[in-house]
């Protein structure tokens, strides 16, 4: 399996990942970069979609509405809450650009629990995360704790220049809730500078699984299974978008053994 993979082009889609391209069962990803003009549009199918404005505006029809425009935020590394339209399971949407822009589409199966709906900026709030080299800062466009959809988590992170992020490694690669839940993942990844570049590993703990690659600026990197942190190295901003989905809707994972040691213990009741 190739789990880095590199944009298909420029403009239009140039990004598709689905449970067949990946080999698993779970969540789909595409990425479109538009002009002023553009149109795309598509039918959810069996999926539900959240439709994340990375940068950029675009003017949204999706369910029998007008969303408007939506975007607000011109370059991702503004930090700003993201637009995002979460659209159901058998239904149609439609976006045009009204200025250059990126449309993220993640998916994964719907069962039509919950209407179309704005998902932000209202509502998200940038967090930080973590401290010292592991400090990350946070939006939350969908996650466990926003009961907006059926299957999918949805978030953004951006990790200063020379810190890690999606770390101490931790994996979420099986069924167990609540010590662990399945969940597969992707990421989208940006740099700042874009001529950069960061690392992720992606490894088992039988390492029978061993993969660290070199990401470039509009990268996809493909989470199966095992642990996955990033690195952004001296001079390069990082930010990801990661898209989730498994069995159930909880997000559980265990930390590698061998840097266990660096979570927190719980506070004390």
């Avoid at 991702?76 to 339209?85: D, Q």
Wanted: hydrophobic share 35%; proline share 9%; charged share 20%.
């Amino acid at each position: 399996m190739t789990l880095l993979l590199r944009p298909f082009g420029t403009h239009g889609k140039v990004h598709q990942v689905t449970p067949a391209t990946a080999g698993w069962r779970y969540v789909g990803f595409s990425l479109y970069r538009l002009r002023p003009g553009d149109v795309v549009a598509e039918a959810t199918g069996t999926n539900e979609v959240i439709l994340v404005m990375i940068e950029g505006k675009a003017g949204f029809r999706a369910a029998g509405q007008d969303w408007g425009t939506l975007g607000e935020r011109m370059d991702v590394f503004e930090k700003t809450a993201p637009h995002s339209l979460y659209v159901p399971n058998g239904q149609d949407w439609r976006a045009e650009a009204v200025t250059d822009c990126t449309i993220a589409v993640c998916a994964a199966p719907g069962r039509g629990n919950h209407p179309a709906r704005r998902l932000g900026p209202e509502g998200i709030v940038l967090t930080e995360r973590g401290a010292g080299q592991n400090r990350r800062l946070i939006n939350n466009i969908a996650m466990e704790a926003e009961d907006v959809c059926d299957s999918l988590l949805v978030t953004e992170v951006f990790t200063p220049a020379g810190n890690w992020s999606s770390y101490p490694s931790h994996r979420h690669d099986e069924d167990d809730f609540p010590r662990i839940t399945y969940l597969e993942e992707t990421y989208y990844h940006r740099l700042n500078p874009a001529q950069g570049f960061a690392f992720q590993r992606v490894y088992t703990d039988d390492r029978l699984l061993d993969e660290t690659m070199a990401v470039s600026d509009g990268d996809v990197v493909l989470v199966p299974r095992g642990h996955h942190p990033c690195g952004a190295p001296y001079g390069f901003e990082l930010y990801y978008l990661n898209v989730m989905a498994g069995p159930r809707r909880n997000w559980r994972f265990v930390p590698d053994p061998a840097v266990e040691f660096l979570f927190p213990p719980p506070p004390a009741p």
